[in-house]
């Protein structure tokens, strides 16, 4: 059993001598494993950092194997950020948030282009609101490639699409101002930029509680220690 295949480094654990088994998101073949040899000398050293892009060649006896990776690093994503201490853990976050909630060996092309997406967006010059904003969004998105998408174009309760201010934590549909009525304290609020509105730093702390949320009830055994660092980050920021 072998293929070839592109992919990016989501997490990478060293095994036995110098070896290390990498995790990556390939677009044919999902969330995939698998052991290289040597990928913890020093040689490698920056080749398996989260984030990366990798150009992968598996092989394996029987498919459900762990097989063994032979790699050729295409871009170092990881270094680009050294700089910016907050684009980089949203890197390492998003890494750890996909490795974590997509299945294994499942193909997800969206998952694959949404991933890179947010790279791209990492990328552009602006303000760390703007990257951690198009993160929140990344996050929305998985869900509904998981098939856990959240319902916000109208009001679960009243079928209107003004005044859209919360969503049920059970079912994931909005619910406005006026229908939420005294249940509000048992709802989640629905952040002004998932409307289209402008974001601030309380609405993105809104907007990765909400996803979040769903997250760890639909996706997560645990929460990834790199989002949980992500957070402390938004809060001192």
């Not at 000398?41 to 194997?65: C, D, F, K, Q, V």
Request: proline residues 5%; hydrophobic residues 45%.
């Amino acid at each position: 059993m072998e293929w070839r295949d592109e992919g990016y480094v989501l997490g990478a654990r060293r095994h036995g001598e110098g070896g290390l088994v990498l995790s990556l998101l390939t677009r044919e073949h999902g969330r995939h494993a698998g052991l290289v040899k040597g990928g913890g000398g020093r040689r490698a050293a920056g080749t398996y950092e989260p984030g990366n892009r990798i150009g992968a060649h598996w092989r394996a006896r029987l498919s459900e194997h762990l097989g063994n990776f032979t790699c050729e690093l295409l871009a170092q994503t990881a270094a680009e950020f050294l700089d910016d201490p907050m684009r980089l853990a949203i890197l390492t976050a998003a890494a750890a948030v996909a490795e974590e909630a997509l299945p294994e060996r499942e193909p997800h092309p969206r998952a694959f282009d949404g991933f890179a997406s947010l790279i791209e967006g990492l990328r552009e010059p602006g303000e760390t609101l703007a990257s951690v904003q198009r993160y929140v969004l990344w996050e929305l998105d998985l869900l509904a490639e998981l098939g856990f998408g959240l319902d916000l174009a109208r009001c679960a309760v009243s079928g209107k699409t003004a005044d859209l201010a919360f969503v049920s934590p059970n079912s994931g549909r909005a619910v406005s101002l006026d229908a939420a009525g005294p249940y509000k304290e048992r709802l989640l609020p629905l952040p002004g930029f998932f409307r289209g509105e402008a974001a601030d730093m309380p609405s993105i702390r809104q907007g990765l509680a909400l996803t979040g949320s769903f997250l760890e009830r639909h996706a997560f055994q645990r929460m990834p220690a790199a989002r949980l660092r992500l957070l402390a980050r938004l809060e001192r920021a």
